[in-house]
DNA sequence: CGCTTAATTGAGAGCCTTCAATCATCGTGG
DNA sequence: CCACGATGATTGAAGGCTCTCAATTAAGCG
């Protein structure tokens, strides 16, 4: 059960609920607030569904397969929702990508206390929504595009979700490494760097240190990334 | 606005609603029923999010990339929920399998409407994560599985959602073509197709016609499905 | 400033794709 | 009921894109 502010923050911006009312104070009940070093996996209960609240951070959500294979099925921000699934065909875990603050509900009792306030369904459902749309989007990459138009769509859609560090230019931190983002297109660390070499060659992005990327020409990269 | 009991079957069976409440009477006036033929694409439009109720029948959703590549995003079957997204980075379409009902509703309306009632929300959350967590393991299979991972993978998946033909054993009526498994799994028709014929030689599976299936040893088909 | 880890770059192999031909299935019409 | 035609499925050979393995270079932290 989670004590401080930040869940508070959680309840008022995303639900528009009072943490004093009473279903404020039953998810509180709920929650368990973890704080997570970069690199570290969150210490979940991984037999029942999760709802996570990524209060600030970044985080991957990795679905594990037989013989040590990994693939990130999403990443996340601060202020987005995650939902952990129990384990099934395949086990997950969700590391910090830095250092993040998180508020983990049992998905089940979330749910039943939401259903009588429909302020807290109704985000979460449209949440669900585009969760479940961004993966199909992956989808389609990890099915039907090649290396170059899986990294030109990656880089576009951190662009939609980060910050960018410049004002007139779009310069990415990004909080991945390239492992993370081989694991997250279904490729190789060395396809990914080579992807990049090659958009660098081309003049679209400029690359600075491990995590710096300049995208010169969002337009052309939309045009490679093979969006219909 | 449908006028069959079809709607009806619907409210009560999913949400519990009755068709004469006041809730019932307002989702009537959003829906719009559609009877597809096999192989026909749904008249819908693309320009705000649909949700579509599966009365009978069997349809894919399919995402469309430059370049006609296609990617089958899920398949549904009788009494599924489907989440058909406008048109962003992919278009999408959802064709028929074979002879279906359709019930067509606009997300947002339906979802403003349901909101007075959790009883209509609730479920739908609940098909919103069970849709995100197949879609994350499909992710998985186009991104880390091999080819004999992924069609043993499609087989059990299948066998899960669709009625067994035979009391004792796992004989499937796949209504999809090899192009649909192809394009659900990422791969070509003759891939599948060869990986279906050294299924056949191992003794994993017996073919019949085009869409019969007979899974014969489904613990040997799930050890190589490559699940953790 | 040095060390550890991550990223880049190169060469060769493998798995799936592509292209092409043959075969089977199934709906149709005689 | 069977022959026929069209579409779908199977099988084969060659090529391509990414992976694997290996070495080098760069980055970032203490």
């Known amino acids: 059960m989670a004590a401080s502010g930040t869940l508070d923050i959680f309840l008022r911006s995303t639900f528009g609920v009072e943490p004093g009312s009473h279903v404020g104070r039953e998810l509180r009940d709920l929650s368990n607030e973890i704080a997570l070093k970069k690199g570290k996996t969150a210490p979940l209960d991984h037999s029942i569904n999760l709802t996570v609240y990524l209060a600030s951070g970044a985080t991957k959500l990795v679905a594990h397969a037989k013989g040590g294979r990994e693939q990130i099925v999403a990443f996340h921000f601060g202020g987005d929702i995650i939902s952990v699934p129990a384990d099934a065909m395949h086990a997950s875990s969700l590391v910090a990508l830095k250092d993040s603050l998180l508020i983990v509900f ?46 030109a769509s990656f880089l576009l859609s951190m662009a939609e979700r980060m910050e960018s560090v410049e004002e007139e230019a779009l310069v990415l931190d990004l909080p991945m490494s390239r492992r993370d983002i081989a694991d997250s297109l279904g490729l190789t ?22 995590s710096r990327v300049r995208l010169c020409d969002p337009a052309a990269l939309a045009d490679m990334a093979g969006h219909f």
Chains 1, 2 share one sequence.
């Not at 929504?129 to 290396?147: I, M, S, W």
């Not at 060395?190 to 958009?199: C, I, N, P």
């Open 106 to 151: 049992p998905s089940r009792e979330f749910y039943d206390r939401g259903a009588s306030e429909p302020a807290i369904l109704r985000p979460l459902l449209d949440r669900a929504q585009t969760a479940l749309h961004r993966c199909r989007d992956k989808a389609v990459g990890l099915g039907r595009k090649n290396a170059r138009e899986r990294v």
């Open 189 to 210: 660390i060395e396809t990914v760097s080579r992807q990049f070499g090659e958009l660098r060659d081309a003049g679209l992005v400029l690359t600075g240190g491990r």
